[in-house]
């Protein structure tokens, strides 16, 4: 079955920079958009930023500038570095393709910022 298991989430001070991964099995990973989406409390799920195919990337106004998304079709891996980090960006990250899959959500991966 699918699985994406999301990583790198932690505790980081304004302006703080983490890397979050995302390893898929039980897809074909290369063919498939991919996102990553986030969900602060009380507030919906969305959509961050979201990479092709083939590597081209588009971003949520809020992150652009900040956030980079990528991808290893070899390891079935997508990532985001994110950098000058706000507390804003506190939120549960999640990949997913897109369009989202219900049955492929993850645990996803806590991301705090604050200090």
């Known amino acids: 079955q699918v699985q994406l298991v999301e990583s790198g989430g932690g505790l980081v001070q304004p302006g703080g920079s983490l890397r979050l991964s995302c390893a898929a099995s039980?897809?074909?990973?290369?063919?498939?958009?991919m996102g990553w989406y986030r969900q602060a409390p009380g507030k919906q799920r969305e959509l961050v930023a979201a990479?092709?195919?083939?590597?081209?990337?588009n971003y949520a106004d809020s992150v652009k500038g900040r956030f980079i998304i990528s991808r290893d079709n070899n390891k079935n891996t997508v990532y985001l570095q994110m950098n000058s980090l706000k507390p804003e960006d506190t939120a549960v990250y999640y990949c997913?393709?897109?369009?989202?899959?219900?049955?492929?959500w993850g645990q996803g991966t806590q991301v705090t910022v604050s200090s």
């Open positions: 997913n393709t897109k369009p989202i899959r219900e049955s492929h």
């Open positions: 039980g897809i074909i990973f290369s063919i498939n958009v």
């Open positions: 990479i092709s195919s083939g590597g081209s990337p």
